[in-house]
T-cell receptor, first 114, second 110 residues
Framework: DTAVSQTPKYLVTQMGNDKSIKCEQNLGHDTMYWYKQDSKKFLKIMFSYNNKELIINETVPNRFSPKSPDKAHLNLHINSLELGDSAVYFC?????????????FGPGTRLTVL | GENVEQHPSTLSVQEGDSAVIKCTYSDSASNYFPWYKQELGKGPQLIIDIRSNVGEKKDQRIAVTLNKTAKHFSLHITETQPEDSAVYFCAATGFQKLVFGTGTRLLVSP
């Protein structure tokens, strides 16, 4: 059973395109996150949703728009892709909001912008 | 906001040796300190965590120590095995989020 799943695993696209990444968790958790991991492996939070409501929005360009249709799903849409958007994007979930709870990560989506 | 520093960035040991990774944090209000292991091509996975009311925690070959006064915490892996090779991240609680260290690439040679 996959706890946190993401699709697609790999995404290769041209600059200027729009793309989406999907995330689903079957853990019954209330909170979901998007992280970006750059080429140096640095892991940084982008967004956090609790019960479908946005609670963390780091200084991320407006081209990135998360959407949570329900507690189990958190999608990330990226408009007008740029070279600097190339990274691995991880979805994660935790039982409760706030930082003091175990976060479970998905397998990641490697985005390459050409 | 919270800032987490992690050292070393790379660590090479022989199988059976011990490995120690150290982290410092800046926010004295931080109260939760997890450690994650990331294998190649996979997402980070929690291996051990410690809360601020505890100074040390152990789980088989892995232990974590916390010094709140000095604001640093460390991961100790004993009797390392090749399958311990991975990137390890420490993290500390910031405001409603986890702040991660920059990662340590551990290589265990047989």
């Amino acid at each position: 059973d996959t706890a946190v799943s993401q699709t697609p695993k790999y995404l290769v696209t041209q600059m200027g395109n729009d793309k989406s990444i999907k995330c689903e968790q079957n853990l019954g958790h209330d909170t979901m996150y998007w992280y970006k991991q750059d080429s140096k492996k640095f892991l940084k939070i982008m967004f956090s949703y609790n019960n479908k409501e946005l609670i963390i929005n780091e200084t991320v360009p407006n081209r990135f728009s998360p959407k949570s249709p329900d507690k189990a799903h958190l999608n990330l849409h990226i408009n007008s892709l740029e070279l600097g958007d190339s990274a691995v994007y991880f979805c994660a979930s935790s039982q409760v909001a706030g930082a003091g709870d175990t976060q479970y990560f998905g397998p990641g989506t490697r985005l390459t912008v050409l | 906001g919270e800032n987490v520093e992690q050292h070393p960035s790379t660590l090479s040991v022989q199988e059976g040796d011990s490995a120690v990774i150290k982290c410092t944090y800046s926010d004295s209000a931080s109260n939760y300190f997890p450690w994650y292991k990331q294998e190649l091509g996979k997402g980070p996975q929690l291996i051990i965590d410690i809360r601020s009311n505890v100074g040390e925690k152990k789980d088989q070959r892995i232990a974590v120590t916390l010094n709140k006064t000095a604001k640093h915490f460390s991961l100790h892996i004993t009797e390392t095995q090749p399958e311990d090779s991975a990137v390890y991240f420490c993290a500390a609680t910031g405001f409603q989020k986890l702040v991660f260290g920059t990662g340590t690439r551990l290589l265990v040679s047989p």
